[in-house]
């Protein structure tokens, strides 16, 4: 039952990551139909449409990817990794960060281009997204993992006071 509320926890953490990227890319794209609708083309207002489709579908599941094999990657991991913050967020931030990585790099590679096809600009955005998410999941591993199975005090209650305080 742990596994699944670790898995299940790093799932709605991948949503959260999926969610700012595929929003961004969605907006931009429906903006841009929307430009293009009232400049008359139709067709290209279209496609822009459908790709703002794609971009929401591919980034909330590739987000969603990347959270469940994080939550699936700290259940698995032996408590003595759990305990140690510092191994337990550079296996989160491993696990999510190395298929953002992979998925930049394939992305630029395609068509007969290299890395070295590109402007820095390019890889400065490809690098910093990727960044970005293996620092955040390396800071939300924690609560991906549950506070008690990393020797925490336990799941937090709520309540807003301290039991024999004052």
Known sequence: MRTRAVVGRGARFGLLVGAWPAGIAGVLCLVAAFVFLVGGLRGTAYALALAAGWA??????????????????????????????????????????????GLGVLSLTGDGYTLASYPPSIHVVVWSATSVVALVAAARSEDIAGRGAAGGPGPRTGTGHRSGAG
């Open 56 to 101: 929401v579908l591919g980034g909330m599941a590739a987000g969603v990817t990347v959270g469940t094999a994080t939550g699936l990657a700290l259940a698995l991991a032996p408590r003595w990794l759990l305990v140690r913050p510092s191994l337990r967020a550079l296996l989160a931030a491993l696990v999510a960060g190395a298929p953002v990585a």
